[in-house]
């Protein structure tokens, strides 16, 4: 049961160029959506979040996008740098009962050619 | 200065073998989770643990047993392993239950292989 999906697993971009990333969920309990970013033989880091009451959170270069109604959530990166060469996830909070759990995608390795 | 560490990073064994990873966090976080990534790249919460107090236990099968000695400590002891729980585990934790403050740091992951 796949709750949260990314479903593209790799994607290339040229430096400069906007990177978009995307995630799809089926909960719409979910509340709090978040992005990480992980680099190899690593574990993940948080980067940016988003409460489902907005649409829209910006950080620097990193903004994140939320669609309650199509359930879905986008990761804009501008300008993409090699240095965001990473597998990124993003994860939705579930809560239950007082107990708060995070779901993770897949992941999409985002590649950034210099 | 690491934050969040695990031992071994690297970790081969053979089937019916018991062994523990251990995890330390140094930056006076309350809850600390085990997440298993598997070989489809999911990565899923298998337990959580706040102030030693166990708080989620997923639908984990009873030969992984959690143990939180302290607030900065929580290792994870697998009995009679099995080719499927061959994975990278990592180790997280959080100041609070995930409600308030959300971000979690994760340890750099230890890959479990099964043989």
Known sequence: ?114 | DTAVSQTPKYLVTQMGNDKSIKCEQNLGHDTMYWYKQDSKKFLKIMFSYNNKELIINETVPNRFSPKSPDKAHLNLHINSLELGDSAVYFCASSQGTGGLTYEQYFGPGTRLTVT
Not at chain 1, 87 to 112: D, E, M, N, P, W
């Open chain 1, 1 to 114: 049961d796949q709750q949260v999906k990314q479903n593209s697993p790799s994607l290339s971009v040229q430096e400069g160029r906007i990177s978009i990333l995307n995630c799809d969920y089926t909960n719409s309990m979910f509340d709090y959506f978040l992005w990480y970013k992980k680099y190899p033989a690593e574990g993940p880091t948080f980067l940016i979040s988003i409460s489902s009451i907005k649409d829209k959170n910006e950080d620097g270069r990193f903004t994140v996008f939320l669609n309650k109604s199509a359930k879905h959530l986008s990761l804009h990166i501008v300008p993409s740098q090699p240095g965001d060469s990473a597998v990124y996830f993003c994860a939705a909070r579930s809560t239950t009962s007082g107990t708060y759990k995070y779901i993770f995608g897949t992941g999409t390795r985002l590649k950034v050619l210099a």
